[in-house]
């Protein structure tokens, strides 16, 4: 078995602790959830490493520069023109 990385088993033990609080009851769109929560930070941090230069953003993340719009609009990150 391959050596987990830090990012993983900080994202295994959040999501052990989410299912843990919610006791019995049964988690609806945790995918969808799970990867906003990832999604937001990575496109804050790449941006701001970037300062903002959506070309070399969306190099560094392996997306289209459309893409990349897409998301940053739907988080917010960006003002729709």
Same mark, same amino acid.
């Given at each position: 078995m391959k050596n987990k990385t830090p990012l993983? !088993? =900080?994202? @295994? /033990? =959040?999501v052990e602790q989410y299912? !843990? #609080?919610l006791g019995? /009851? #049964?988690?609806?769109? *945790?995918?969808e959830m799970v990867i906003?929560?990832?999604?937001l930070p990575l496109l804050q941090l790449t941006m701001s490493r970037v300062k903002n230069n959506q070309s070399r953003a /969306? /190099? *560094?993340?392996?997306?289209? @520069?459309?893409t990349l719009r897409k998301k940053l609009l739907a988080h917010k990150l960006l003002e729709q023109r």
């Amino acid at each position: 078995m391959k050596n987990k990385t830090p990012l993983e !088993e =900080s994202l @295994r /033990a =959040s999501v052990e602790q989410y299912l !843990e #609080d919610l006791g019995d /009851a #049964d988690p609806t769109n *945790m995918y969808e959830m799970v990867i906003n929560r990832i999604e937001l930070p990575l496109l804050q941090l790449t941006m701001s490493r970037v300062k903002n230069n959506q070309s070399r953003a /969306a /190099a *560094m993340l392996g997306l289209t @520069r459309n893409t990349l719009r897409k998301k940053l609009l739907a988080h917010k990150l960006l003002e729709q023109r």
